[in-house]
């Protein structure tokens, strides 16, 4: 159930143009270090799931009375290219049949290589998605056998190169801090990918989540990916690319616009089996298992956590998130609104932190690219809790 004031609050979100994410939560193996909502799918897995997202956009759609009008759309996962060219149509037909589409501005999805083909790639072309992001993670074959990867360094080759040539905007991930992979091997990896020509590139450094395989049998050996962070932040601004955020670098104007309403706050609805949305002030999660997800439907949306963004935790999250980018934050725009006590707050915050890591433009504040290798260390300073500081 949807308590009153979260309903009036999805309804507020919901009138506003917004960004729609998608789970799929399937993928064809768990990779070791992963413990996404994702899983190898058998049986009716995916029919179900079909099912009950076409059931959670009818119930948004009920709450909105009528078709939102939708900014951007991201599909991700998991591995949505582990979904055929029909069930792509059908979820296709979903995404029309529940929103209003004539403003869109980027529709991407997330593709493996292994899982992606030529017939994805037409597919994607005539229903309107603009921009492919390909988890390629490493172009040497021993790391991704390492990384219990799929896919082959050929095969990754070939994903982007198709992407490209099928005229998507196209951005790949990259993964660093990996066995073995000294900072000669992180550049081979890197400038293979740039010559390949993406315009936009998402650089990772390995985490082992604590719920998956290696969170509980460790590989024998990690890196740290410090030096390799600092190199890739020397090497890609001379190939054109630029960072934007602590993990993002673009051609020019290539940028992420889904991703940018996550940074700047903006109404995000998601969608699936552990989608993560932020709709007129609340932040809710799905319930994270299929068979919950579908059998929560049958009576309401299939919420498991909700939240409303307030006071100083509203402040922490508006600064984190704005600093994440090189568009950075406003601190005269921070302090008009959310009071004089926590602008002090933060001013301290920034105050401690190394002045070469900072940069100021009139009132705006931006990390310098040393401060987005060291990000961390000023967010464990800005994490307030919802009446702190008030
Ligand atoms: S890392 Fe990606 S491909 Fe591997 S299990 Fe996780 S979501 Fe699937």
Known sequence: MVSI????????????????????PFCRSKCPYCAFNSSVPSGEDVSTYLASVSREL??????????PSVRTVYIGGGTPSVLSVGQWETLFGLLSRSFDLGGLEEFSVEANPESLSEDHLSLWKTIGVTRVSIGVQSLDDCELKWLGRLHSSERAVWAVESSLAAGFEVSADLMFGL??????KWHRSLSA??????????????TIEPDSFWGKVPPSQTLDGYGHYRWAQWYLPKKGYTQYEIASFAKEGRWSRHNMAYWTGRDVLGIGPGAWGYLGGVRYENQGDLKAYSLALKNGVALSYRERIQGAAKAS??????LRTSFGLDLERFSSDFGVALSRRLRDALDEFPPSCIERDGSVVRLSS?????????????????????
């Open 5 to 24: 004031p979260d309903y009036v609050s999805f309804r507020e979100g919901l009138s506003r143009p917004l960004s729609v994410y998608i789970h799929v």
């Open 179 to 184: 066995a073995d992979q000294s900072v000669r």
């Open 58 to 67: 009818d119930l948004w759609g009920y709450m909105a009375s009528g078709k």
């Open 317 to 322: 999250e508006r600064a984190i998130l704005a």
């Open 193 to 206: 990918m740039v010559e390949l020509g993406p315009h936009h590139l998402s650089l990772y450094q390995l």
């Open 370 to 390: 040393k401060g987005m290798r060291i990000a961390n260390a000023l967010w464990e300073t800005l994490l307030w809790g919802d009446d702190d500081g008030i």
